[in-house]
């Protein structure tokens, strides 16, 4: 079965670059979420969007944008790296209704700022 | 807004045993989803299980199973006949179910789970 697609699954950068982080949803899923993790810590929730409307967000520092688009995939943009971005990125999606809103998850982008 | 607990850092269990872990969570919504969330070391977040807050019967995956007291609001993991490959660190996670929104997963801290010999 298709999961979800993130890419690259591994990005260093350096203090104050720009980075960009994709996702590719399952096909179907119309919803696609965010979620940041630090080592050793929970993942914590930035951004959602459904029919490429964002619909939450959460703790996404303004430096941080994103956005879906018209085939559901969706991109993080990171500008402005500090050292406290190094993370495990992490897409989810699922679908808006049915499925038991199972939301399934990308292997993740592991982002190190340097 | 909604919290979920998971007390124990660290559970130890010896293969082939049962272990049993816990979360309790915080809500006045009525309905919802809980989850739990496998994370092996590759990181990979896997779906294990998924209870409905409607359904009184407990969920149940093959050596997976819940018990959902939503009274208590207690939502604990039970994994039969422990394998090496279940090590792993399990998230417990809350999810609203409002209509119209795209609700977010909202995780506890996390077990992690050794298996031994």
């Known amino acids: 079965a298709a999961g979800v697609i993130q890419s690259p699954r591994h990005l260093i950068k350096e203090k104050r670059e720009t980075a960009t982080l994709k996702c590719y949803p399952i096909?179907?899923?119309?919803?696609v979420y965010w979620y940041q993790q630090g080592p050793g810590q929970d993942p914590q929730f930035l951004i959602s969007?459904?029919?490429?409307?964002?619909?939450d967000k959460g703790s996404i520092p303004d430096r941080f944008s994103a956005q879906q688009f018209s085939d559901y995939h969706s991109e993080l943009n990171m500008s402005s790296l500090e050292l406290g971005d190094s993370a495990l990125y992490f897409c989810?999606?699922?679908?808006?209704?049915?499925?038991?809103?199972?939301?399934?998850f990308g292997q993740g982008t592991r982002l190190t700022v340097v | 807004a909604q919290t979920v607990t998971q007390s124990q850092p660290e559970m130890s269990v010896q293969e082939a045993e049962t272990v049993t872990l816990s979360c309790t969570y915080d809500?006045?919504?009525?309905?919802?989803?809980l989850f739990w969330y496998k994370q092996p070391p590759s990181r990979q977040m896997i779906l294990v299980i998924r209870?409905?807050?409607?359904?009184?019967q407990n969920a149940t995956e093959n050596r997976f199973s819940v018990n959902f007291q939503k009274a208590a609001k207690s939502f604990s993991l039970k994994i039969s006949d422990s394998q090496l490959g279940d090590a792993a660190m399990y998230f417990c996670?809350?999810?609203?179910?409002?209509?119209?929104?795209?609700?977010?997963?909202?995780f506890g801290t996390g077990t992690r789970l050794q298996v031994t010999l």
């Open positions: 969007f459904y029919e490429k409307m964002q619909s």
């Open positions: 209870q409905e807050a409607y359904k009184q």
């Open positions: 996670a809350y999810r609203s179910e409002i209509t119209g929104t795209a609700s977010k997963l909202t």
């Open positions: 096909p179907r899923h119309d919803t």
């Open positions: 989810a999606s699922s679908p808006w209704t049915g499925g038991g809103k199972k939301a399934f």
């Open positions: 809500t006045s919504e009525s309905d919802y989803y």
